[in-house]
C-alpha cells in the first residue's frame, strides 16, 4: 500500500525537454517510475532517449492523457509558466500534479489552488517549491533520490526537501510506505493534514513521521487534527528552534510573529496532541525508532 502514489501511476512530465526535466527524468525512470510522456507544444510529436528508453512528447497534458491513460504529472516548468501549466493539467482531469517549481509568486499559487478547488479537487496538487514524493520500491514523483532507503511500515511528510531526505537516509533500515515532500511556500497544494489523514487510512502504514518549520500556524492546526483524528503513532521535528525572532529563515512561509509559529509553541501543540518531538533530526529518527521496534 501507499499514498497518492504507487507502481500503477502514469507518470508524464511537464517541461521534460528542459534541463532539470531531463536530468529529473532519467532519475525516475531508474528508479522504476512508470513515465508514459512528456509535455512540450514546441517539440510534440517528438521522442526522448532515456539510456535506451523512448519518450514520446506531447503538444499538452489533454493529449498525453487521452493518448496514455497518464494519472499523474511532475511540472519542471519555469516560474512564470508555472501557473498555466497547473491550470492545464487540472483541465485535463489528471489526479495528481507534483510542482517541483520555485520561486513562483504567491498570487499565481494561490489562483492555481482555487482553480483546482473550484473544479472539484479532482486534481491533488502536491507543491509547489517541493521535492515530490516517494513510494520506495514503486515510484519516484519529484527529485527525492530513490537509493537512500526502502520500503517500509513509516509514513512521512515534510516541508523540507532536505530534510525529507536525511529523515529517509536515517530510518532506510525500516523503510517508509510513503514520503510526501509538501513545500514550504505560504500556500502550497496538499497538507500535513492532508497527508495525515491518507496515511491514518494507509494499513500498511504503522507509524507517521512529520517534519514542520517555523512560521505560519500548519504545525498547530496539524496537531489538532492529530488529536482528534489520528490513532498511529507520530513523531515530529518542527526546524528552527536556534532561529532568532522576528526574522524570516530559508522557505518564504517561515515568517515568525510574537509567540505565534515559533519552534517552542509547535513543539507544544504537538506534544499536547501526544507527538513525540525531537529537538533534532537524529533525536527524531530515535524516538521512531523506539516506538516501532523498541
Not at 511537464?14 to 525512470?29: A, I, N, P, V, Y
Not at 517549491?129 to 520500503?151: E, H
Not at 529517509?168 to 493534514?193: A, K, N, Q, W
Not at 515559533?262 to 499536547?272: I, N
Amino acid at each position: 500500500m501507499a499514498i497518492f502514489l504507487n507502481k500503477e501511476s502514469k507518470v508524464i512530465v511537464q517541461g521534460m525537454t528542459g534541463s532539470e526535466g531531463q536530468k529529473h527524468t532519467k532519475r525516475m525512470l531508474a528508479s522504476g517510475t512508470n513515465i508514459v510522456g512528456g509535455v512540450n507544444p514546441r517539440k510534440a510529436g517528438t521522442t526522448v532517449d532515456f539510456d535506451g528508453a523512448q519518450v514520446p512528447v506531447f503538444g499538452g497534458v489533454k493529449e498525453a492523457v487521452e493518448a496514455t491513460g497518464a494519472d499523474t504529472t511532475v511540472i519542471f516548468v519555469p516560474p512564470k509558466f508555472a501557473k498555466d501549466a497547473v491550470v492545464e493539467a487540472v483541465d485535463a482531469g489528471i489526479g495528481l500534479a507534483v510542482v517541483i517549481t520555485e520561486g513562483i509568486a504567491v498570487h499565481d499559487t494561490a489562483y492555481f489552488w482555487d482553480y483546482a478547488s473550484q473544479k472539484g479537487n479532482v486534481t491533488r496538487i502536491v507543491g509547489p517549491n517541493c521535492p515530490g514524493l516517494i513510494t520506495p520500491g514503486q515510484s519516484n514523483a519529484g527529485i527525492i533520490p530513490a537509493d537512500i532507503t526502502k520500503p517500509g511500515r513509516i509514513g512521512l511528510v515534510s516541508k523540507s526537501g532536505t530534510l525529507t531526505y536525511q529523515m529517509m537516509y536515517e530510518l532506510r533500515d525500516i523503510g517508509f510506505s510513503t514520503c510526501v515532500g509538501i513545500g514550504g511556500d505560504p500556500v502550497i497544494g496538499t497538507t500535513h493534514i492532508d497527508a495525515l489523514r491518507a496515511f491514518e487510512a494507509d494499513p500498511d502504514t504503522d507509524l507517521i513521521v512529520m517534519i514542520g518549520e517555523i512560521g505560519g500556524d500548519a504545525e498547530e492546526r496539524a496537531a489538532d487534527f492529530i488529536k482528534a483524528n489520528v490513532s498511529k503513532p507520530v513523531v515530529g521535528y518542527v526546524a528552527g528552534f536556534t532561529a532568532p525572532e522576528g526574522k524570516t529563515m530559508g522557505h518564504a512561509g517561515a515568517i515568525v510573529s510574537g509567540s505565534s509559529g515559533t519552534a517552542q509553541a509547535k513543539k507544544e501543540a504537538l506534544e499536547a496532541a501526544n507527538v513525540k518531538v525531537g529537538k533534532t533530526p537524529s533525536e527524531t529518527a530515535r524516538l521512531a525508532r523506539e516506538l516501532l521496534v523498541g
